[in-house]
C-alpha cells in the first residue's frame, strides 16, 4: 500500500479513511477496525538523526497515535506480526523485550506523528 502521491505528499489508506504527509511514506503493514488501527511505516525521507522504520497504533475513540521506532524494517515487522492486533499496553511491555526497538514515543490526543506533518 502507499506511494501514492497527492499534491507531493504521500496518501496512506486506514480502512475508509487516508491520512496525508509530506513525508515519502510506504505502508507495509496494516490492520485496523472500528476501535483504531496499527500499521508499519517506513519513511524514506526521515528526519536526520531519526529511524527510518515505525509502528503506528491509532485508537479511534481516544484520538491518540503511538508510535515505535525500529532499527530495521524487518524488526519492526516482526514486532507487528508478534503483536497480533494486543491493545497498546501489551503491544508496549513486549515492544520492549524486542531486538531492534529504539524507543516509543506517546502523541497528545488529537495530534498525528511527526511523519504525518502534512506541511
Known sequence: ???TKKE??????HGLESWLSKHELRQ???MGGDTGF???IQVYDSIKGKPRFYIHNYHAYSHVSSFSEWSTL??????????????????????MQLAGFIQMTDC????????YETE
Open 1 to 3: 500500500m502507499l506511494k
Open 28 to 30: 507495509h503493514k496494516y
Open 74 to 95: 524487518e524488526f519492526a515487522i516482526e514486532a507487528y506480526m508478534s503483536t497480533g492486533g494486543l491493545t497498546l499496553n501489551i503491544a508496549r511491555s513486549m515492544y
Open 38 to 40: 496499527i500499521e508499519v
Open 8 to 13: 507531493g505528499r504521500s496518501l496512506a489508506s
Open 108 to 115: 497528545q490526543p488529537g495530534e498525528s506523528p511527526w511523519f
